[in-house]
């Protein structure tokens, strides 16, 4: 069975950093695709961002468009952890932030790509 546990957040004020980490276990950590959304208090669950496995022509990296600039997403295959780093964080990306893992993963922006999920961490901006 595949687990997924996020870490890392809080409470920053605008301006500032944040990183998560969502550790993976259970199954082949390597060969996910491995994704990051967020859920704003009122709001549907957005997709932020998303890290390939490893291919042919390495990994890649894609982010909706809000964050891109700011937000960096890396993976660690020895350590089965996607990280998401943040900054120059603003209120509007106050939320439940979640990892997603995905046994076979298209562009990686829509959750129905994902197979297994965590339950998230809360990051709150301050204005």
């Known amino acids: 069975q595949v687990h997924l546990v996020e870490s890392g957040g809080g409470l920053v004020p605008a301006g500032g950093s944040l990183r998560l980490s969502c550790v993976v276990s259970g199954g082949t950590f390597s060969s996910y695709g491995l994704g990051w959304f967020r859920q704003a208090p009122g709001k549907e669950r957005e997709f932020v961002g998303m890290i390939t496995s490893w291919g042919w022509s390495g990994i890649s990296t894609r982010y909706t468009d809000s964050v891109k600039g700011r937000f960096t997403i890396s993976r660690d295959n020895a350590k089965s952890t996607v990280d998401l780093e943040m900054n120059k964080l603003l209120p509007a990306d106050t939320g439940v932030y979640y990892c997603?893992?995905?046994?076979?993963?298209?562009?990686?922006?829509?959750?129905?790509?994902?197979?297994?999920w965590g339950h998230g961490t809360q990051v709150t901006v301050s204005s």
């Open positions: 997603a893992a995905s046994t076979n993963v298209q562009d990686g922006v829509s959750e129905s790509q994902y197979d297994y």
